[in-house]
């Protein structure tokens, strides 16, 4: 839900604004770009110092400054724990998005935009009327590959959590359970159950994504 309803949209709509080259874009392309070009086990750290009240992060200071309360370690309690590891991913799950979109959109010819612009369409229309047509494909084929993972998705749990405070998901353990070494039959059966649920859900969302919009050669 959060990589289709959430991370999808959001770079989908950044990319748009920084193709359109807004003023500031290339400040805000290395700030969405940034988590590609740092290490996994360093950005978790880093969030993981954000969230701690005992080391004095700066969520925690703000959290502190806008509600007069003690700040919690949202990563260790179970009421903020998955809300956090959520935010996190969007963070870091838009740079890639962001580099896909953005390189589709810049093929997009120039010819026709310049039509639309002198046709009188606003941004808005532009967006959704013809760089969403246009670079379908792209986002169609995130869709699918998104799909995919539905009962593959761990995240950056191993780094953040453990897993621990209500943050486990199904992939996650399985990993402990075959980490573990403890009765590796039942977790491989889990896995292959969940295939077998999930493949008729990938197919049918790529029957879908195909009937959203004629592919455009250009």
Same mark, same amino acid.
């Given at each position: 839900?959060?990589?289709? =309803? ?58 502190? /400054? ?53 046709? =009188? ?36 749990? /191993?780094?953040?959590?453990? =897993? ?55």
């Amino acid at each position: 839900f959060t990589n289709v =309803g959430v991370i999808l949209p959001i770079s989908f709509i950044f990319s748009y604004f920084l193709y359109k080259k807004i003023a500031g874009y290339k400040f805000f392309r290395v700030v969405f770009f940034a988590p590609n070009l740092i290490s996994a086990a360093v950005l978790a750290l880093l969030y993981k110092f954000m969230l701690n009240p005992s080391l004095g992060g700066t969520i925690t200071k703000l959290y502190t /400054l806008f509600t007069g309360q003690a700040s919690p370690n949202f990563l260790m309690d179970e009421r903020y724990a998955m809300t956090a590891v959520v935010a996190y991913c969007i963070w870091t799950g838009l740079s890639v998005n962001l580099v896909l979109f953005n390189g589709a959109m810049e093929r997009v010819p120039t010819e026709i935009i310049e039509a639309v612009q002198l046709d =009188g369409a606003g941004v808005w229309r532009e967006l959704f009327n013809i760089i969403l047509p246009m670079i379908w494909p792209t986002i169609s084929t995130l869709l699918v590959t998104t799909t995919s993972g539905l009962f593959m998705a761990s995240g950056p749990l /191993l780094l953040l959590t453990g =897993g621990a405070y209500g943050t486990n998901t199904i992939s996650f353990w399985i990993y402990q359970q075959v980490q573990a070494q403890v009765a590796p039959y039942y977790p491989a059966t889990v896995g292959f159950i969940f295939t077998l649920v999930g493949v008729p859900i990938v197919l049918g969302v790529k029957k879908l994504t195909e009937k959203v919009f004629t592919e455009v050669q250009y």
